[in-house]
């Protein structure tokens, strides 16, 4: 796409096809897309950046139509400045800081994005990008006008008590921020609980724990209430560590402080132990967790590799996405089954699990199951007649799939097979992710809280960071939060799966699940590696 600049700053106009601008402010020129065929989400940066101005990207209308040549978008992230245009700025004491002093570009360049979409064809439309993350040249905060706050939401995974170190000795080390508060037991922490002071001697140590050091819990999210009291506070930093329940608690958040029109950035880190968060490569912890669950594993091939027609069955988290288990059963290869929430699986007849595990029995004299805690709810609860219920935050409550699993499989040989069978039933669950994270985690959330830092130093908010491709990026947060990140049973991934596992496909044999299966997984595949 081509489009003229007008040189003379006085000229409002910038004409492009189908496309009209008017500059509002001198910080920022804003695109009023009309209803175009072509009109798409479109930011321009290097275009503006000499005249000093900030281009922020709006969501035309029909952000679904693309602009067909070079379909360059980038899903851009609010700043302060978008409703307070007249808020100063500063240089970023990074550049006097030792540690930065021969680093070849310490700051990263305004118009710095992150590809989303990196498996491409010479003729490849470059589709989504996103805001790079890192130190930018100009900060929106003075070191002591800053007072931050941090809190923990959800359940536990792996390396939560890094990010929050690392935020304060990040905000402390290369910041020279010293006011800075934990807020206890998660969004209800805001409005019911006295604020720890956090500093870097309180946090030295606690990423060598497990948990949070700032506790946690579901629920108890009000929004009206959690931002009076970062008001009354006087906290203009928010970091907002959760899933994607926290994420959207934090999007709220945002909306409030803008439209309360306060200087207050807030930025939110993706945590999560099933890596059910969308766009970023994977959720922090999750190493740690796969690495954790082979322990499991291994004791549960031990134990049924050592009597006659053992069946081992390990119970993984995964509310409704199967990762952990996925991952856990190539990384181990002693697993003869994986069954996870996306895959529909049944008991009996040609092509069942019973057939199988009967098949494995004859053949090795024992089999080890993985089974992702979400996997067969539906079959559970018509087969138990029980009702959905739900947790404080409103997730689905889980049949406990492990103990029934284990009790079928246990009345089906006795009582029809009549063979009798050793079953040895592990759960894990909880084990695995109230750990401390191991050493590519801990680097992972170093990135992580660092980049969180930097973003909102520089003024950036309303925003979740993570990696995409590898490389840190600023998100907005309805991005993350819109779709759940979910095994494609379409993809290569779980094709591997069953390839190393021999399992039954359970859907290839049943048209009516290959249906169900579609629906799951009507997305594009190509996402998958
Ligand atoms: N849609 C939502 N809007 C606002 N807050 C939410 C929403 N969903 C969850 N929350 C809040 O976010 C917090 C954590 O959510 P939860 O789903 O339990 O864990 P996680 O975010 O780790 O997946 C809870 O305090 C919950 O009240
Ligand atoms: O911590 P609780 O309330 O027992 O919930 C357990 C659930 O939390 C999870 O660990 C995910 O929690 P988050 O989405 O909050 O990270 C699921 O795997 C598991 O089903
Ligand atoms: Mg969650």
Known sequence: ?????????????????????????????????????????????????????????????????????????????????????????????????????????????????????????????????????????????????????????GGLCPGINTVVREIVCGLNFMYGVNDILGIEGGYRGFYSKNTLTLTPKVVNNIHKHGGTFLRTSRGGHDTNKIVDNIQDRGINQVYIIGGDGTQRGAALIYQEIAKRGLQVSVAGIPKTIDNDIAVIDKSFGFDTAVEEAQRAINAAHVEVGSVDNGVGIVKLMGRYSGFIATIATLASRDVDCCLIPESPFYLEGTGGLFEFIEQRLKENGHIVIVLAEGAGQDFIARDMHAAEEKDASGNRLLLDVGPWLSQKIKDHFTKVQKMAVNMKYIDPTYMIRAIPSNASDNVYCTLLAQSAVHGAMAGYTGFTVGPVNSRHAYIPIARVTETQNTVELTGRMWARLLASTNQPSFVTNSEELKEKAADINNVDISAQI
């Open 1 to 153: 796409m081509n489009f003229g600049v007008s040189t003379s700053m006085d000229v409002a106009a910038i004409s492009i096809p189908s496309l009209h601008f008017s500059i509002k402010s001198s910080a920022a020129i804003s695109l009023q897309a009309p209803r175009s065929r072509n009109a798409c989400s479109v930011s321009l940066f290097s275009g503006f950046r000499r005249f000093g101005l900030r281009i922020i990207s709006v969501k035309a209308e029909q952000a679904s139509s693309r602009v067909t040549d070079d379909d360059f978008i980038i899903e851009d992230v609010p700043h302060l400045t978008d409703f307070l245009p007249h808020l100063p700025s500063y240089p970023n004491p990074l550049k006097n800081s030792q540690a930065y002093a021969i680093v070849k570009e310490t700051f990263v360049k305004p118009e710095d994005v992150v590809a989303q979409k990196i498996v491409v064809t010479k003729d490849s439309t470059r589709g989504i990008h996103f805001r790079r993350a890192g130190p930018r040249e100009k900060v929106y905060f003075k070191p002591d006008e800053v007072r931050a706050c941090v809190v923990t939401c």
